[in-house]
């Protein structure tokens, strides 16, 4: 009986110390990272009843994967171990000055990405559960992953789940008319969309001010709920961030907030696990002021979780504190 | 012989690295804390006299304390080692974006906090000493402390030093009602009141500029001399710093100052050391500008104490460099 | 047949931890460093053919230093190795809010510094190289060093290399008034020079805008090339950058860049890389940019070096990014 | 329905890097720590299911504690939360030479130590439980803490569970005579009695080869199982493990395994989830085979957990291996 | 024209610190690794011209990989760099007391496993060249790898080298049967063979003493020179080394070396770098002595490489140190 | 009055973590380190007064190490500071199996080695003071420090000071020859002599059981008390301790200390420290036992001090402990 069920690869990511670039970094730091558990993490540290849902190899990189989740309050039991095939990764370079933060991935052949219609009985999985969520990136995996998106989207519909999707376009596994094609098929199905409005453009070569981009999404695709979030990056390591969702009845928008970026990873899959906590417990304003503390609190924490408290996440909906508290 | 005399609770600091949240650290960094010792390492740093008097368990923990002081040259002979209860220590959690700074302590029982009025022979640790300085912490501590708080103030009336007292109000330790009954009973015999405007609000009810706000505590008390000193927080990791200090005589006014805060633990004991030893040395003036430069100076350095040099801080005072010096 | 060879001395960088000062620090960052080292590295790494000369102690010390420059690709086969002597090193104080960041030079008695005119075959060296470059910190190192900056400008331009010298003054080394007297007469055979504005005006007594103080230097000493850098230091943290470099055809400014400083050491010589391979590949406007663009992304990496692809500074010419690329 | 549930106190430890002194470390890593919690996570770690109960406190510290237990697969759902008091902590001294490793502790005025009966409610908790485990350290901690231990004993008793007790003897928290008293009044219910031969010494005044202690117990307090084991410490950081479990009907004796030591914390422990898991799936000989092996790999990691799985032990326990397996 | 040229797959080697495992690790090392890389490293360091030939990914972990032969002044002019793949990785888990060492390896679908005959022009590389040496695990990575190895053994006879090989098997690449087929395939052209006497026994199920093994190898292959080395290993963390060298003519014996282990990665290739070089520059009695000081001297490093100098090389075949040189 | 005051040169001591050879280590451990300074502080631990004289530098190099004999208790009013020259250094790489550590001096030109006769004023300095120890170091920096030797030794003998000299020979400064001209210069004006077996060997051609080598000092030089220390080393990392003393009266022999090195720098001076306490708080037996205790415990402990307090040693005087005290 799940609040929430996520589901997608997760990873081992390895950052260097200090800006250091990859090339010269002797030592790294070991995380977890995974669009879909993030967001599963996030949401089970405000209190919801959240289910993690990948395949593993049965090594101890794919048991750090599951004891993160498990740390963080995440179910575990419907992982399918392997003891073939890897667990990808991908290096964390930050960025300062005119250099950009950048990803380097190395997540081909991975477990994940063999996953396949038929292994996972979803009916069984997804009985009671209130939100399936799913990003972009599951199905960019594999051709295989397109089809336990559209099989697991499908058993979700039938299990009377909301369906939430975060478009989340990696240029690295497809292209823009790829994700394109794909994305649009699962929409109908689709009651929440998720999405920054630079993929809105990118993907879906929507170019307007959010709350149009939105109801056009709504328009199009016959969706409950379209929250857009909108960076802008004066620097490398100064970002404002703002969100908006629209509904059939209405618009919310955020307020800006000026980021000091210690690690921007996760930020957005915070950003669901709020948006979806308001949005269970409340409205689509408190769905919008929960996403917007989530990811703010995000960007402050290094690693891809937020380790946020929901008593905290409530402190800053009400009230911004820039000097020490003791 | 000492220029200066402090007493007060010492605390192991704990820091995570790299502003990561206490829950979530495996690494903390150690360091000493406490605010009379940072003053009474400050004012050494600059070269007065000083010593530190505090009550602390004699093993490692306060073994590392007393060591602390003695390598900034802080005299540690007057302190009461005891073989029962514990030293208290503190997390330290570095904030950013939305997430303000915050500390955790873990501090009760500590065997400062069961000090009694009697344990110390005053006269004889104070004679001949110019100043003694306290903050409002130790009265907060135990009633006990708050007894020996008024013991040794009295005590050193007595002995013709020069009382100095900074409010420190702690949330944890006791209600801004509590606060202003204690203080307020001391403040007839204090001769130097330095306080943030924060805590002239919140403790004292005072809501004005500053320089109003130091009138009217030398008009209640008959105080000597009273030092404001300002933060403004734009964001958590950008502050702008400023002071003022007021005699029947004259108000001084420092200059404004932009922060990049590296840690700012210690920044208004660094504030205080820098005020005596410039009002010790000279005047008014110089007080203000001593105490601004130790504070900012603290902003950019890890840990309690800003390990300044006088002569560094009289460059500083004379103009402030912001390329490389080499 | 080397596209560029540098000469001057390494040495070993020391820098604490975060921010930490030397007085302490119980950690070092162990780092290569060294003005004409920095420059070969640079070149290196956007593919020119590079050789840097010095004279090294053959101890671990010497061989840290040389297997630096053979890991990013420079020559070392011309390194005079002693037995007898030193390697010199200094501290990096990294700075914030008023503290600016320093260096503490223990650099006397090098071995580098006791190289004598007559030790190295120039002639061998120097034939069919395109560009010598050497920077004003070799002749400051001793008279010796002065006498072998003089013989090996004379060979270079003997063996028909372009002879290029960074001005670089340090105070630590020599007075402005020593400098200008050695520099100026080495200028009659330079035919690039780079320098800061504020070298100018503090060797030189040049106070101009940076177009004119070029002119000013190509007019009085016959030059083909003047590349004026211009720092503007708002805050310790952040600074501005801009370049000019300036012939008796053409002026060319760059654009003004904002640096988020993550370390600054050596993106002055990471600025004549870009100039030089700009320079040797292209036209003055294309050396501006690519200068401007090593010497931004310098101030982006931890140690002294770049650690710059040619692809990756291309495509920084071309356009900035601020968010992360994935 | 958990196969095994422990009550007790958990702590954090501060770890000094590389055998320094408590005294002279600048940084600490932080560990989780509590005997009755490693068993419980040692044995999660071979497949048992498993439940942690405790009181902690409801803050970073605490959640800390939890988050461990979970991330090991461990039970949380009964701890008793609460936001007054603290989370003892200690520090461990990892000696060489002649200097024995050491803990100092600051675990007084814990929640944990004011536990009071009434406040669990055992008869739901242990339900169905196939064992409850908790060592001589709960009851030392305060005298409601041994009310409790009576309490747990009584229930577990009553609701068909297995009792199992470690007497691990702590003199810092309590006298060998105390001790004694205590334990032997709770004996009379305990099924499964561990203890390493010295604290059978220190606090029973049994001086005996092992099995002959191991039988005294038996027939003194009508036990089904008295596991004994024995260390021996030819040096600081070499010693030498053995164990013998003794029922009514046989004697079973471990092999001698010699131990290089990374970190012994927990090793008895790791024994006793190893011991209890042999035990309920197997036999005597089992559990003796199963307890040695973790308790073997566990000196071989840092922390107080052995990060054991179960293949990982069944392969140990059927032939040990020093060169590299790759 | 080099002295030794190798060719085979590199990796990064991803440590734990400090006995960690792999699944607890929050950081690791990372390090360069691959057995024909780490021989020519070591030989370069002995003063050998040498090349290492590989295909690698035109990514930060392929530079670095790169980066790290030319710090050791290997050549890297033959290095196929592709911008398709992976370059492989494993995580090294250091043991203690009963737990194995252990080599976690995600090394599938690296660039290096895809080279195929043709691609690289042999002739033109070995031209000239004195020593070629190859691995067993290079004809383990793929069929094409073992296509390339029969190739490039080939083209080495061919071009007058003498053809070394390391039989080097790793259970995880392929079956004993396998290997042998394939090794046993090629010796007919090999002139020298190192082996383990573990991997002499389970790949060849050779089961004597070791210079009946290595004459049973020349006997039947008509090899020139087989070594054989030796390893006890009584603990986890204490081995003693020995070898034997044989050729028609004379059985070379080394000493028995005790060794406290640090890192035993690629003590192996370090000892066929010190055999080569003394096999090159003298006779087969020093090839066995300066083998076995690699080795040695491997083992007290953290990494892959020895960091030996030919000095120190030359110092330790004439006697051992074990207090300190000052 | 002090109990007693030593004098020589400090240095910065730079220690690769983890093993790591000097050449490739990225990161150093920073400590403070001198023969003369580690007595001092060591004698401080165990509660003598105590004064280290010296000349340093007044940068933060200097700071540093005047402030590490703050911490420890150290009087430091009589270190002479000057603006010129530099503070030594050296570079501590730690050995394992067939590598002996090893140090790479790095202390040429220091302040220390400039200082001259007449610079201090010795009689003031030395006035009351019980004991004067200098090492052989000392003398060996330069000629005016060999001038300054034979004065402050004499300055000792006419205030009435036992004069202690450990003859630490150092292959690096001197040759033995050098050497024993001008200790045996001194030897007529000491009292306690300290050496280990092989600087007797090396530096006075003395091949006999340490009694009898201490007997053969004492006649030949007139010396109230010789100790000689024995070193035995069967690998890099196991030593064996053993130490002597010989008065006219009796002769002590210490025991047998089996060790396990952490860090071996200062074991010597540790001893003299322990030494010297337990001559001027006992006899000849104590002495032994207390400079046994101190060098043992000085082996388990980074850096160069033990840490040590005197509760501490005379619990190991006691009786050993290889087990954890908890």
Not at 188 to 196: A, G, K, M, N
Not at 245 to 261: K, P, T, W
């Amino acid at each position: 009986m799940f609040d929430l069920i996520t589901m997608g690869e997760a990873m081992i990511r390895l950052t260097p110390l200090n800006f250091e670039r990859v090339v010269q970094a002797d030592t790294f730091l070991a995380g977890t990272s995974g669009s879909e558990l993030n967001t599963a993490i996030g949401a089970a540290q405000l209190g919801l009843k959240t289910c993690w849902v990948s395949r593993l190899v049965d090594n101890p990189i794919g048991w750090r994967i599951a004891n993160t989740a498990r740390e963080h309050g995440v179910d575990i039991s419907h992982i399918l171990w392997v003891s073939e095939g890897r667990v990808g990764l991908y290096y964390y370079e930050m960025g300062a000055s005119t250099r950009a933060s950048r990803v380097y991935y190395d997540r081909c052949h991975s477990a994940m990405s063999q996953l396949e219609p038929g292994m996972i009985d979803w009916s069984g999985v997804l009985s009671g559960c209130r939100v399936f969520h799913i990003s972009g990136i599951t199905p960019a995996l594999s051709a295989s992953c397109a089809a336990v998106t559209e099989e697991v989207i499908g058993a979700a519909k039938q299990a009377g789940c909301l369906v939430s999707l975060d478009i989340n376009y990696r240029a690295q596994l497809w292209s823009p008319g790829q994700a394109r094609e794909c994305i649009a098929s699962l929409l109908p199905q689709v009651d929440i969309l998720l999405t920054t409005l630079d993929d809105a453009r990118i993907v879906f070569g929507l170019v307007a001010e959010p709350v149009a981009v939105a109801r056009k999404f709504i328009d199009t695709y016959g969706l409950k709920v379209v929250a857009i979030t909108i960076r802008e990056a004066p620097s490398v390591l100064r970002h404002v961030w703002q969100s908006v969702a629209v509904s059939n009845e209405v618009a919310c928008l955020g307020e800006r907030i000026d980021l000091e970026l210690v690690d921007r990873m996760g930020s957005g899959d915070a950003y669901t696990a709020g948006f979806l906590f308001g949005y269970l417990t409340g409205d689509l304003t408190k769905a919008v002021a929960y996403g917007d503390a989530m990811s703010a609190l995000k960007h402050s924490v290094p690693g891809d979780h937020p380790w946020a408290t929901l008593s905290e996440v409530e402190r800053q909906v009400k009230s911004r504190e820039t000097k020490i508290q003791r």
